[in-house]
């Protein structure tokens, strides 16, 4: 079936970083568009970064939100995505999911529903 594992959440304080990375399984034949979501408490799944394939050209989508803080990058070779987030705020308090796609070209459409594959989950704290 395939499966994304993530790795690198945890506690932080306000203004502080964390790098968050997936992994896709093997089993995965082919990986179109990838993306961290989160889902803070009481909200609903929101885009966070999305990043396509470098076979469609490539390109980033960020939430307007984290854009200039955050940065998406992905290593094909290796099936991983990597989310880099910098100057954190309180508000980035949430449950990150990392997204592979495996039908659907681009990054344009955000809807979580777009994707096949949905990492287990990994929560980030900034708290002081």
């Known amino acids: 079936q395939g499966y994304l594992v993530e790795s690198g959440g945890g506690l932080v304080q306000p203004g502080g970083s964390l790098r968050l990375s997936c992994e896709a399984d093997?089993?995965?034949?082919?990986?179109?568009?990838m993306g961290w979501y989160r889902q803070r408490p009481g909200k609903q799944r929101e885009m966070v970064a999305l990043?396509?394939?470098?076979?469609?050209?490539?390109?980033?989508n960020y939430a307007d939100s984290v854009k200039d803080r955050f940065t998406i990058s992905r290593d094909n070779a290796k099936n991983t995505v990597v989310l880099q987030m910098n100057s954190l705020k309180p508000e980035d308090t949430a449950v990150y999911y990392c997204?592979?796609?495996?039908?659907?070209?681009?990054?344009?459409?955000?809807?979580?529903?777009?994707?096949?594959?949905w990492g287990q989950g990994t929560r980030v704290t900034v708290s002081s």
């Open positions: 093997g089993s995965i034949s082919t990986i179109t568009t």
């Open positions: 997204a592979a796609d495996s039908v659907h070209w681009g990054i344009t459409d955000i809807t979580p529903s777009r994707y096949g594959y």
């Open positions: 990043i396509a394939s470098g076979a469609s050209g490539g390109g980033t």
